[in-house]
């Protein structure tokens, strides 16, 4: 034991002594001002100059009604931040010493102790320098200068003799979005407001080492099955002098792995080595089993075994592939993971704030828990924002969810300027480098709508405000360079043989043409929302892989009072419109609304109304898509998230609060799913199924007044072969109600294998507007179990779109906004810290009937 300790203790002295030494630098005492104002505030670091401006009550909420539009003036002027570190002997005795920024938002020049040491302009990227000779023993002094994003590049955009395409997604005049590496979504988007930030967006180190340090490590998968993989370490390295050093490579639980000689060059090296796991575990998607990561240490040793560089990186192990094969009806579009196809179940996800750094940990593990929680298996990281935060990608990890990736480019032609491509190939690398050990990580896709917004006609509008042939070519030849060679190289250098597509939506890789496709490749539908389709047009307009589609709603009103006051609680009123960017806006909601539902009168029953709505239209999509596999083999809406408090696509509000649609994706997305459709009379009863085991069950369908009186009633054993779709039962619409009015009547479908529900749902033969609800009397008990509560109701009749509230408490419930069968008692669990008799007192209950004039 003794023994013990004392080697332990002799490992530790030996590995700390070789270890890096590094100073946190954000951490430290930072402060900012405007430039040419003598005033100096306190800041954050990370953080951006909004964020420091509103900590020092400088200015008011950004996100306040329309406090929006006065704060407009913040990125016109220059900023700079600075702070004092103290360093001793300890580290400017190292061989090097190295500053690094992981961001820098975005034309920015670093000062030490008053000399330039970095200029930096994309805050994709991250940006280091060499500072050992300019650090002193004792205080140093870094500043960094802010340029203005707007200022830097107003005249670059008023020397060209042409305007070039930028969608009105930039809400300024002058569409400068373009000319700067930086998130599309901080000049404005359909859904959120205009703030272009800057600021040391990410963490700042200063680092010192001996001898060698490892800038980077890549563990690639050469080839995996379930005997063992085949992988490959590959590092690099930089040196301070040649020579011969060993390389060891340890898996957590597994030991040591690789032990190998490896001569170093002075400088920059490659260094990569081939070594096996046997009977490797896998990671695979959620839903489908565990998410297994192996922890990775690689080490460097001089000759007489002691460690002078070491890293550790985490990674899961899992074969992907997008297959891309002829099928009769086109082309299929589907990821195999493992060797089984995935149908990907999921949606879009956009930063969640404007202000990154305010999106701390909580906020990252709240949407990707809500994600898998409600059965996703794929998000798509969008390209008009960032590549995200390493915490993102590791929850992902964690959790099964795998990354549509887009590199950050949208909906926009870029300017043809030599310069801003080799500052693009930089960011790719890197965020290549950074991401490729992840096991989430799908796909890396060009770019989001750029070939399909031109040929929506933007394009030919555009060419005529071009002064000449040759200003368009370069603008083409621009998109080509950037998305057909630039990213692919960037992607076939350095990551390992993952699919890249060249931009989202696209029928075919590297096609500039972007025909309203169904056969092949991928589709943005937006016939419903955009366009004027009905929501049903979702049934027939089905691709191979729906990567985007659809629906607007508000927040609810605990969220609305958050963000607005008493006086603006009306869906047209001056704040709430200013919190509503689609160019569609309001309208979209309501013409959509009357089909559906009796528009309320009342604000607070609008926005729940508006939320059934989208849950409606998007559950609508969800099923078509399901049902249609293996033909269609993903389904991801547009959005899961939003980056401010606003009307948007998404099913979970700014705050965190869930939307009526994101219990509708978990009911939706489940893995065995029930659903029922009308085909020319009749209704098809499809039963689809994600699991990698066949389902057998006996299905029980009821035809059921309002009241709970039973009209008729069918049972039968079904099975379905693993990972299938098919339809399970039929029935003739005609003579199937009698005498019975439609308008009060339910199909109602459940699938049990012996006493376990495996799927339910319920089909209606009329709208809710057209519905006969009459008020029910809901009746609750609610139990309490640790931090627990059990809610259990019932009703004497149908109450259709029951919700469930606690005050405005933010609560994430088991299900909510559902419809409640009668006399059958329905479950609900949730968790909340407050006491029992506090919730008892704040419970709401209500439901569908509330909002609508009392007919009967
Ligand atoms: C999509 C996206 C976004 C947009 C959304 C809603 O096509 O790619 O650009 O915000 O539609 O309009």
Known sequence: ????????????????????????????????????SNTWLPATVPGTVHTDLLANKKIPDPFYRNNEKDLQWIDEKDWEYQTTFAVGRALLDKDRVELA????????????????????????????????SKLKNGINNLSVYFHSPINKVLPVYDSLPYTIPVSNNDQAEKRLSIFTRKA??????????????????????????NQAAINDVFIKQRSL?????????????????AGIKQLEVFAEGRGLLLKKDVLLYKGDNNVNADFTLVHPELWWPNGMGVQKL???????????????????????????????????????????????????KGANYIPQDNFLPSVTRTRFEHIINSAAGSHMNMLRVWGGGVYQDDMFYNLCDEKGILVWQDFMFACAL??????????????????????????????????????????????????????TPRDSAALFDTYKDIFHHILPAAVKAYDDGKPYWSTTPSADNYSMEQTPERMTGDL???????????????????????????????PEMSSVKQFADPGDYAANSAVMTGHQRSNKGNAGITDYMKEWFVIPKDFEQFLYAGQLLQAEAIRTAMEAHRRARPYCMGSLFWQIDDCWPAASWSSIDYYGRWKALQYQAKRSFATVLLSAVDNNGNIDLHLVSDSLKSVKGVLQLQLIDFDGHLLKQYSQTVALEANGSKIVYQLAKKGLAGTYSTRQMVLTA?????????????????????????AADIKYQLTQKGGTYQLVLRSNRLARFVKVAVGDELIVFSDNYFDLLPNQPCTITFKSPLPADKIKQAVKISSLKDTMPAKI
């Open 1 to 36: 034991m003794f023994r013990y300790f004392i080697s332990s203790v002799l490992m530790m002295l030996t590995v700390s002594a070789a270890r890096a030494q590094q100073l946190n630098l954000s951490t430290q005492a930072w402060k900012f001002r405007e430039v040419g």
């Open 101 to 132: 920024f992981e961001g820098l938002d975005t034309y920015a020049d670093v000062f030490l102790n008053g000399e330039k040491i970095l200029q930096a302009d994309n805050m994709f990227r991250t940006w280091k320098a060499e500072v050992k």
């Open 184 to 209: 599309g979504y901080h000049y404005g988007w359909d859904w959120g407001p205009r703030f272009v930030t800057s600021g040391i967006w990410r963490p700042v180190t200063l680092t010192g080492w």
């Open 225 to 241: 099955n379930p005997q063992q993989a085949l992988l490959n370490a590959g590092l690099e390295v930089t040196a301070i002098t």
């Open 294 to 344: 192996y922890q990775f240490t690689v080490m460097l040793k001089d000759t007489a075994g002691k460690i002078i560089a070491q890293k550790t990186i985490r990674r899961g192990l899992r074969n992907i592939e997008l297959v891309q094969e002829s099928d009769s009806k086109g082309r299929s579009f589907y990821f195999k993971v493992n060797g089984q196809p995935v149908f990907m």
């Open 414 to 467: 870029f300017p043809p300027f030599e310069n801003l491509k080799q500052n693009i190939y930089q960011e790719a690398t890197e965020n290549v480098k950074r991401l490729r050990n992840h096991p989430s990580i799908a796909l890396w896709c060009g770019n989001n709508e750029i070939p399909a917004f031109f040929n929506a006609g933007f394009w030919g509008q555009v060419k005529q405000t071009w002064k």
């Open 524 to 554: 943005h539908y937006w016939g419903v929302w955009g366009g004027t389709d009905p929501i049903e047009a979702y049934n027939t307009n089905v691709p191979r892989f729906m990567s985007e589609y659809g629906f607007q709603s508000f």
């Open 750 to 774: 459940v699938l049990r294998d012996g006493q376990k529900i495996l799927a339910k749902n319920q089909y209606y033969f009329e709208k809710p507007k057209d519905q006969e609800l009459r």
